[in-house]
């Protein structure tokens, strides 16, 4: 995996995935479908908010100079209104970005795992054999939303460049941007982690987690 702009990032990145959703609760692939928060992800969302606005405090940033970015999906619209709330950003329908939607599980948006494997027998196996390859019927492999990634990430470091910007996205979006940011090689980038009670800080080549007290 090669990205070559990140020499351009001058101020940082702060890299969001949404709170928890029922579905995520369910165990339930989402997608490019949707779920709204539980009541877990709301305090997630709010808590990444409120320790947002302490980290830029503390780095010398006023709330009004972040720029915002998210994905266009209900439950990152849902994170970032309480998040934004919190931390006191500004944002508007400019900030969303159809780029930064979620990797598409195709046909099996919506299933859980038992589901997936009733309807495709070894079809879970196979992933896990390529997973940066492998694509479900209809969907997105690892490797083909790293081809929409890349422009978008190319674009936030172009702002990163004059001013900080919070990103708000999702887990496997998130993976990709992160591992895009590190140079991480395909195998580490599918098993990086993707908390909703944290957020990632990425500057000067490195990725700092941020947690909040549901993290610790």
Avoid: C
């Amino acid at each position: 995996m090669k990205w070559s702009a990140d020499g351009r990032v001058t101020h940082p990145i702060y890299l969001f995935r949404h709170g928890e959703t029922v579905w995520n609760a369910e165990r339930r692939a989402q997608g490019r479908l949707d779920s709204p928060l539980t009541a877990a992800g709301r305090a997630q969302a709010r808590a990444m908010g409120e320790v947002l606005s302490v980290e830029l405090q503390q780095a010398g940033y006023e709330a009004s100079e972040v720029a915002v970015r998210a994905s266009p999906l209900g439950r990152v619209r849902e994170t970032l209104t309480i998040a934004a709330a919190a931390a006191g950003l500004d944002y508007g329908e400019h900030s969303f970005d159809d780029r930064l939607r979620e990797m598409s599980w195709g046909e099996w948006d919506g299933l859980i795992g038992a589901e997936i494997e009733g309807r495709w027998p070894g079809a879970m196996a196979a992933r896990r054999l390529d997973h940066w390859r492998y694509q479900p019927p209809s969907g997105e492999s690892y490797a083909m939303v790293a081809e929409r990634a890349r422009p978008v990430l190319d674009d936030v470091a172009t702002i990163a460049a004059e001013r900080p910007v919070a990103v708000f996205a999702h887990g496997g979006i998130g993976r990709v941007l992160r591992g895009l940011f590190l140079r991480a090689s395909d195998s580490e980038i599918v098993t990086m982690d993707q908390p909703q009670d944290a957020f990632y800080r990425l500057h000067r080549g490195a990725a700092a987690r941020i947690g909040t007290q549901a993290d610790s």
